[in-house]
Every structure is written in C-alpha cells, then in structure tokens.
C-alpha cells in the first residue's frame, strides 16, 4: 500500500453531493412523482497520493458516485473540486481539460472494450482527443510502452478484446486509463468480475502502478479484504451517503457505525477458532428503496441501536461526542446517534441480509 504524500492537501473534493433520477408517471401528460436519490448528500476528500476505498453493499450508490466524479453525470446538486476548482459547471475544452487528469476504470472488462477496435486502437484512442499529449508519429510506441507496463505483451497492440481472458482486459482497460498521465484514478469494482487468483494480480498491479505514475485512487468495491489491502483511508457508504470514514485500521479494527460492524461481521475467516468465537450480526429487513428513503437515520429500519431519536433526527457524519477526547482509533467520523455503545451484540450466526 502507498504511502500518502501530502495528506493534508486534498486534490479532489466533493461537498454536498447529490445525484436525485426523476420517477415520472404518464405516457402523454408526464409529471414527476418521486425521485430515486441515489446519491444523496456525499462529503469526502482525496489526498495526493491517496487510495480512498469507498465500500457498502449492491445499489447503495458507488458507480453512480464513481460517474459523478468523472464527469461522466451531472450531479442535481452539490460541488467537486479539483485542484480547489469546481468543475460540475465546467463544459467545453475547460471540462476536457479536467477530463485529461481524472480517468476511470470500469466494472466489467468484457464490456468496457469495444470489440471492433484493436488493442492499440483502444488504448491509443485518448490521444485522439488529446493530440497535444502525443504526435501521431510516436502513438504507436507510446501504446507498446504501455502494454508493457501493464504486463502484457508489446507486440499485442493488432489483437481483439475478444482474444484476451477477463485479467488482460482489465489490464488493458487500466493501460488506456493511464494513457494521458492522470493524477487520479477513479477504478469502479476493477476486479468483481474476476477470479479470485486474477484479482490479486490486478490489485497488485495498481499498487505497484500509484508508486510509479504518482497516482491518486478512489477504489470502489464491495470486498472488504480488497479495499483493506489498498486503501490508505475508507468510506463505508449506505443508501447513498458516508455513514462511516477513517483510515483502514480504525475502520477495520474499530468500527463504531452497525452497519460497518455489520459488514465486517460477514467477512470470512480462514482461521477455524477464531470464526467460531466471532461474534456475528444478522440484519433483519431489507434494504430499504433509494426512492422511498427512511426518515432520520436511513439505516434505523435494521439497526439493533435504533431509538426514538433516530426516527427523526439525521445523524451527522462527525466524530462521536464520547470519543472527541480519545487519541483511540474509534475517534473517526460516524454517522451513528449511538456510536459509543458496545461494537457488537450476540446474535445467531448467520449472513448479513
């Protein structure tokens, strides 16, 4: 894992963030009935240098944060800065600009290639959009030296997606990201698509890749292990906000949000005794519609914590008031009423729901 530098400046920003799709009914006369809030209220910052892990389970919001902060969406309220400037009413050559330093790699790499173009083509196509980065003349080597640092093959650059595995692709799908020199890296899930053995060479990869090109990484993924390995700092995310960030440890070691030591709860270990005096939490309900969010704490509706107070009032995403005096690791932001009360509660063993 990458040693941050120069964690006290933050090179990306992002305040307020919201990201509201219209639900609409009729077919003639169409009027707006509800929204689905995807992303609904997101503060973070990304340090050079930094791995920000973003963790929470399917549809909690995390792609969609992820296309907001490439501007691939325009988000319905709220403010990404880079480098101190706004960039979410940016448009025309000042947004390609910005384009050019926050790149993305995406989920799925069978999809994420275009499957009529060649390996060199792909990687090669963002200097078609920034010519100023590389003459045409020197494009071609300039695709081979990355191939190269990807760890494939130079002389691939006249293949097809179709003749690579799931691994290569994704190499190749982080060998275009890095085409045009970025600072930051926004990867969406970069290795839920594969197997086991291959994710560990791809997050491999991307370690040894920050140290070399000074890159900055917002990873988004739903394995736990994974996200520890890489990040310098985590944000665990429900129902389209922050409930809990720190750095890996104090996440890890000492969660104080439930539904972080509910998802930590669920990670498997190896270690047969260790599993067997381990405290497990089954979370009972569902989670609840993007479009018909809870009042007061959204995750209220499956917390074992949940009192009055937390049906009405919004817990802020700030160090809990019992641990401001405490040098411990359980002195991260929280958004939790009842962070201070004991990390876990003994419940039958099962799977988080």
């Known amino acids: 894992m990458a040693e941050p530098a120069g964690r006290h400046e933050a090179i990306l920003e992002v305040r307020g963030l919201h990201k509201h799709y219209p639900l609409t009914q009729g077919i003639v006369l169409k009027r707006q009935v509800g929204a689905v809030r995807a992303v609904?209220?997101?503060?973070?910052?990304?340090?050079?240098?930094?791995?920000?892990?973003i963790v929470g389970e399917s549809g909690c919001g995390k792609s969609t944060l992820a296309r907001l902060l490439v501007h691939l969406e325009r988000p319905t309220a709220g403010v990404i800065r880079y480098k101190g400037e706004d960039i979410t009413k940016l448009s025309g050559r000042a947004l390609k600009a910005?384009?050019?330093?926050?790149?993305?790699?995406?989920?799925?790499?069978?999809?994420?290639?275009?499957?009529?173009?060649?390996v060199g083509d792909i990687i090669g196509e963002p200097y078609e959009i920034h010519p100023e980065v590389a003459p045409k003349g020197?494009?071609?080597?300039?695709?081979?030296?990355?191939l190269d640092v990807v760890g494939l093959n130079p002389e691939y650059l006249n293949r097809y997606p179709h003749q690579?595995?799931?691994?290569?692709?994704?190499?190749i799908g982080i060998a275009r990201g890095l085409a045009l020199r970025p600072e930051i890296i926004v990867a969406d899930e970069p290795v839920s698509a594969l197997d086991v053995s291959v994710q560990a060479q791809v997050v491999n990869l991307l370690d040894?890749?920050?140290?070399?090109?000074?890159?900055?990484?917002?990873?988004?993924?739903?394995?736990l292990s994974i996200v520890r390995h890489i990040s310098d700092r985590v944000g665990v995310m429900y129902l389209g906000?922050?409930?809990?960030?720190?750095?890996?440890?104090?996440?890890?070691d000492h969660p104080t949000h439930p539904y972080t030591q509910a998802l930590l709860s669920a990670?498997?270990?190896?270690?047969?005794?260790?599993?067997?005096?381990?405290?497990?939490?089954?979370?009972?309900?569902?989670?609840?519609?993007p479009a018909n969010i809870p009042s007061g704490c959204r995750f209220r509706t499956r917390c074992w914590k949940a009192r009055e107070r937390c049906a009405h009032e919004v817990p802020p995403l700030a160090v809990p008031a019992a641990?401001?005096?405490?040098?411990?690791p359980a002195a991260h932001d929280s958004a939790c009423h009842f962070a201070q009360e004991k990390h876990v509660v003994p419940v039958e063993p099962g799977p988080v729901v």
């Open 267 to 289: 990670v498997p270990v190896p270690d047969p005794t260790a599993r067997e005096h381990r405290e497990r939490i089954l979370l009972t309900g569902d989670v609840p519609s």
């Open 40 to 53: 609904d209220g997101v503060d973070l910052d990304l340090a050079a240098g930094e791995t920000l892990g």
């Open 164 to 171: 690579f595995s799931g691994g290569q692709r994704q190499r």
């Open 138 to 146: 020197d494009r071609r080597q300039k695709v081979q030296d990355l």
């Open 98 to 118: 910005v384009r050019r330093n926050i790149q993305m790699v995406f989920q799925d790499p069978y999809t994420a290639l275009n499957p009529r173009m060649t």
């Open 323 to 328: 641990f401001r005096d405490d040098r411990s």
């Open 241 to 252: 906000r922050i409930v809990e960030t720190g750095k890996d440890a104090e996440i890890y």
């Open 208 to 223: 040894r890749l920050q140290d070399e090109f000074a890159l900055s990484y917002v990873f988004i993924a739903h394995d």
